[in-house]
C-alpha cells in the first residue's frame, strides 16, 4: 500500500535538496547466483567472535531496560585505550551518528561544512539534514584530499572541516605532516574532523595520526566506529574523541539512549579482543594488497588504499562494469561516471574480483570503454 504524499505538511524545505541514503545492495537471491559476495558496503565478511556473542547472549534478557545513556564502562574502557580524557570520549549510534552530533553542534542555517569530494556518502545529507551548507572540496588527481582547496574554500562561516583518512570510497590518505601543517593554517575556532572510520586497515606509515593530532590542536577532533575492523556494523557504535567543550555540546544534540546495552558490551568485549581482531584485520590487508597487485600487474590503474575496499576510477563506464561484476556474482557499490567501491571480502573473494574485472576487459564491448578508462587513469 503507498503512503500518504506529504501533502500539506509542512516539511522543512531544506529536505527537498536531499537525495535519499543509497546504501550498499544486499544480495539479491532473485537474481538466482549463489554465493553473491556482498563487496558493496565495507562490511567485515567475518561474523563476530565468539567471546563478543557470548558476552551479548548475557544479557539478552534484559533489554526490557533503558541502556545506560553515559555508556560508562565503554566510556572509560576506549578512554584508557587511547589514554585521553573520558570526559572527551562520546558515543553515538555508530559513527555516522557521532559526525551527525558534530554537525549539528557546529553549524546550522547558513553555516558552511567542508568536506572532500568524493567522499563518504553521509557527509552531504547530514550536513544538509543540519540545515547547514556542504563545501565539497574536488578530490585531487590522486583521488586524494586536496588540502589547499580546502584553504581557499574557508570563509567566515566555515564551522566544520571534515577530514577522511583514509577516503572512502577511494581509499587515499593523508599524512601526517601534511595535515600538521594544514592544522597550522585552519582558524582555530573551526572544529576539523578526522573520519578514522578505517584507521585499523592504514598501513600507512607516516598517514595522519588522528588521535596525536587532536593532542596536539584544540580543534581537532577523531571519529572512530566498530562498524568495520570489529564487525559491528549491525549493532550501531562508534565514538568521538573530542576537546571537552566540543564533546559536551555532543552529548547535548546525540540521540538519546542512541546505543543499546548490547552495542556498548558488545563495543567493550570487542576491546578486550582486539588481537584477535587484528588477525582478521591483518589477513583483510592481505587481501587488499593481493588484490591491488593483481589488478595493477593487468594495467588496471587503481589509487593507492589503506581501507578494506578499493576504488577503480571507470568513469562514464562504471554503471555497465557494476552490472557486469554483478552477474559474475559480485555486488559492488558503483558511484556512476565516476568509478566503482570494492569491498576486501572473506576467503574466495579477492580471486572473484580479480577474474570478474578480466571479464570486463574481455567484454570490453562498449569500444573497449573500460580498458580505455583504466588506460586513461594511468596517463595521469
Ligand atoms: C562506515 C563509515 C562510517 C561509520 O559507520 P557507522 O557504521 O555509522 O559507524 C563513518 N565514516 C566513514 C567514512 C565510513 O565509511
Known amino acids: 500500500m503507498k503512503g500518504h504524499d506529504v501533502g500539506e505538511l509542512r516539511v522543512r524545505k531544506e529536505l527537498s535538496a536531499i537525495p535519499d541514503?543509497?546504501?550498499?545492495?544486499?544480495?539479491?537471491?532473485?537474481?538466482?547466483?549463489?554465493?553473491?559476495?556482498?563487496?558493496?558496503?565495507?562490511?567485515?565478511?567475518?561474523g563476530p567472535l565468539p567471546s563478543v556473542v557470548d558476552a551479548i547472549a548475557g544479557h539478552l534478557g534484559s533489554i526490557n531496560r533503558y541502556p545506560e545513556?553515559?555508556?560508562?564502562?565503554?566510556?572509560?574502557?576506549?578512554?584508557?585505550?587511547?589514554?585521553?580524557?573520558?570526559?572527551?570520549?562520546?558515543?553515538?549510534?555508530?559513527?555516522?551518528?557521532?559526525?551527525?552530533?558534530?554537525?549539528?553542534a557546529t553549524a546550522g542555517s547558513g553555516d558552511e561544512v567542508l568536506f572532500a569530494w568524493r567522499s563518504f556518502e553521509a557527509y552531504p545529507l547530514l550536513v544538509l539534514a543540519a540545515g547547514a551548507t556542504p563545501v565539497r572540496v574536488p578530490l585531487n588527481?590522486?583521488?586524494?584530499?586536496?588540502?589547499?582547496?580546502?584553504?581557499?574554500?574557508?570563509?567566515?562561516?566555515?564551522?566544520?572541516?571534515?577530514?577522511?583518512?583514509?577516503?572512502?570510497?577511494?581509499?587515499?590518505?593523508?599524512?601526517?605532516?601534511?595535515?600538521?601543517?594544514?592544522l597550522d593554517r585552519v582558524p582555530s575556532d573551526i572544529a576539523v574532523v578526522i573520519d578514522e572510520a578505517y584507521v585499523q586497515f592504514n598501513r600507512r606509515p607516516d598517514t595522519a595520526d588522528g588521535i596525536r593530532l587532536y593532542r596536539k590542536f584544540p580543534n581537532v577532533a577523531v571519529a572512530h566506529t566498530f562498524s568495520k575492523a570489529y564487525g559491528l556494523a549491525g549493532l550501531r557504535v562508534g565514538y568521538a574523541i573530542a576537546p571537552v567543550g566540543l564533546a559536551s555540546a555532543l552529548r547535548k544534540v546525540a540521540l538519546p539512549f542512541g546505543v543499546t546495552q548490547l552495542a556498548q558490551i558488545a563495543a567493550l568485549?570487542?576491546?578486550?579482543?582486539?588481537?584477535?581482531?587484528?588477525?582478521?584485520?591483518?589477513?583483510?590487508?592481505?587481501?587488499?594488497?593481493?588484490?591491488?597487485?593483481?589488478?595493477?600487474?593487468?594495467?588496471?590503474?587503481?589509487p593507492e588504499t589503506e581501507g578494506n575496499f578499493l576504488w577503480l576510477p571507470l568513469g562514464a563506464a562504471t554503471s555497465e562494469a557494476a552490472q557486469i561484476l554483478e552477474e559474475q556474482?559480485?555486488?559492488?557499490?558503483?558511484?556512476?561516471?565516476e568509478g566503482l567501491?570494492?569491498?576486501?571480502?572473506?576467503?574466495?573473494a579477492a580471486e572473484l574480483i580479480v577474474d570478474a574485472v578480466e571479464v570486463l576487459v574481455e567484454k570490453g564491448h562498449t569500444g573497449g570503454a573500460f580498458e580505455h578508462a583504466a588506460k586513461e587513469g594511468l596517463q595521469r
Open 69 to 104: 545513556m553515559a555508556a560508562s564502562a565503554l566510556t572509560a574502557a576506549v578512554a584508557e585505550r587511547y589514554e585521553v580524557d573520558p570526559a572527551a570520549v562520546v558515543f553515538g549510534s555508530g559513527s555516522v551518528e557521532v559526525v551527525s552530533q558534530l554537525i549539528r
Open 141 to 182: 588527481d590522486d583521488f586524494g584530499h586536496d588540502l589547499e582547496g580546502f584553504l581557499e574554500r574557508i570563509t567566515d562561516r566555515t564551522r566544520l572541516i571534515l577530514l577522511c583518512n583514509p577516503n572512502n570510497p577511494t581509499g587515499t590518505t593523508l599524512g601526517h605532516e601534511e595535515v600538521e601543517r594544514f
Open 341 to 348: 567501491r570494492i569491498s576486501i571480502g572473506g576467503p574466495g
Open 21 to 46: 541514503y543509497k546504501a550498499g545492495k544486499t544480495a539479491p537471491s532473485a537474481i538466482g547466483v549463489k554465493d553473491m559476495f556482498k563487496l558493496s558496503s565495507n562490511e567485515n565478511p567475518f
Open 329 to 337: 556474482g559480485i555486488l559492488i557499490r558503483p558511484f556512476p561516471g
Open 269 to 302: 568485549a570487542s576491546l578486550k579482543a582486539e588481537s584477535e581482531l587484528g588477525e582478521r584485520v591483518d589477513w583483510l590487508v592481505g587481501e587488499r594488497i593481493a588484490v591491488v597487485d593483481a589488478l595493477r600487474r593487468k594495467g588496471w590503474r587503481v
